[in-house]
């Protein structure tokens, strides 16, 4: 059963390609793999010196509906309220029926000024952000 509004916040997933630089190098190229509706939760800890090393404080839960032709990976980052969080752990709820990802991950505090946005349809329609 589909509950309308569990799903409230957007974020992106964002994959790096190696592009060339022109100096027989390259660097990584932050791609939006997929914008989509999510339920963001961060967890809680207390203020003990292990919650401090396990950087509980940025530590965030994502949940996402499970859709065919798409598995988020730990190589991706998500990118959320304009920061980039780096995927720790994903895991699929309830298996049998399949119906939500659980991803964890944690901030980084970078924030994103230019994201290339790429159409699988039509590649003309690329624009960056």
Known sequence: MIQFGKYDRKIS????????DGYSGSYPLPVSVLDTLSNVKQLRGSNSLESAQLELPKTYVFKVQYRLGFEPTQEMQILYQ??????KGVEVYKERNTREWIITAIRTDNE???LT???TLDSSLDFIL
């Open 13 to 20: 997933f964002i994959s790096f390609l190696d592009v060339d």
């Open 117 to 119: 946005v790429q159409n």
């Open 112 to 114: 994103v000024t230019a």
């Open 82 to 87: 304009g920061i980039t969080h780096v995927i």
